[in-house]
């Protein structure tokens, strides 16, 4: 890692060390990638977790998704102590999401799915059924004499031309690649990140960068001259072996995108796919709620009196004794419960209600009626979201209420 990479809050060796012990979206957060960028890392090492952040073009402040188990908290404040007039979150995975239902508003821009292999449960001998396909591809680049290795400064040269190539080839098919000059740069930075390539008789047919760090790893780039001897499988087989012996469990192969390259992928199982969102304008919602009950005075004892009679009039159950109480507290839990799952059911349900940003063509003409229909989906699903809320409050404040109640009696 640079020694010049910003850190706020912390130390580099913290943040090494929350890198290497939380699993993680390697390439946003990645040192050599982050240092060239103008990222700033704010760690919490005695909580083990840490942020990253850089302000935009724009002006809006970007953020990368929080590493660690309380990561979000930690976001959520530092916007809230930085105020930043626009802010931007991105790959959030739904775990995420879910805290921050009730604790802030959001704008979900778009969701898609990443695509992860896991190294752990990869068997090298590709012993089995399911990889029958890969056995076959790896046996016949064997049989055609190709070379695998770690790439050095003199490849570079070499690389960059088949990256652009490659960047040429990719753009036709929809999809923006970084400048080569920007991915090259990196293995001369050293640190946990090298390229890997395959070369036959002296001439690389394929390469690959990949970022590394703790147990996370991502695939920063893949390219390949167009060849019959299966240079992509051997390259990237190669490249799972050699990270295995890193002690790497996770490498992530990016977004989805388009059923060939998905279907290639699918060659090295096991593979994890994990639905994500990109955020906007996420606004924390900082509601304290103060209960100040004294049941040990005459006006205390008043309160719970009135306290007794509205539940009474409200649910129709008459509250002589702690066990009728005590039943209608499990009654309004059992709602609450029935509510959470209500909850869970329409945030799941959300993104496949919704139009996939990802399969829409920018370029047609319906482009317009398109977003109106999505802004109009949001709009909707918000208050249905806001709706359920208020009455999940509203029944944790009546049990609240009643726990209350029940425990200055027993006094």
Known sequence: MDDSFPIEGGTRAELEEILSSNRHFGHFVHPVALASEGVTAVVDGDRNRAI???????????????IGRDAIPMLLNHIKDTKPEENRVSRLELAGLQLLDGKA????????????????????????????????????AAREGLVFSTATKDDVDKIGKLYSLWKIFMKKRGKELKEADRILERPIAAGHYQIFKVEKDGEILAAAGVGFFGESAFMDFRINEYNTCRASEFLDYRIFIELRKRGVKFLERGVEFGTGLTDYKAKFPPIETRTCCDLSNV????????????????????????LFSNIKYQYGIGIESKKTTKKLEMVLAGR?????????????????????????????????????????????????????????????????????ARNSLDD
């Not at 990253?52 to 929080?66: I, S, T």
């Not at 317009?368 to 979201?385: F, G, Q």
């Open 105 to 140: 508003d959001y704008v979900i821009d778009r969701s898609y799915t990443v695509i992860t292999n896991r190294l752990d449960k990869f068997d090298p001998q590709l012993e089995g059924p399911q990889y029958k396909r890969l056995r076959s591809d790896v046996g016949r």
């Open 52 to 66: 990253f952040y850089k302000k935009g073009d724009d002006g809006a402040v970007e953020y990368y998704p929080p």
């Open 283 to 306: 606004k924390p919602l900082y509601i304290t709620r103060t209960w100040r009950r004294i049941y040990s005075t005459a006006a205390g004892l008043l309160l719970v009196i009135g």
């Open 336 to 404: 609450e419960k029935a509510l959470k799952e209500k909850i869970q059911e329409v945030f799941l349900s959300r993104l496949q209600l919704a139009p996939e940003p990802k399969k829409f063509d920018p370029s047609c003409d319906d482009w317009e009626s398109w977003k109106r229909l999505r802004d109009t989906y949001w709009a909707e699903y918000k208050k249905r979201r806001e709706a359920l809320y208020k009455e999940w409050e509203d029944l944790r404040n009546v049990i609240s209420d009643i726990s209350d």
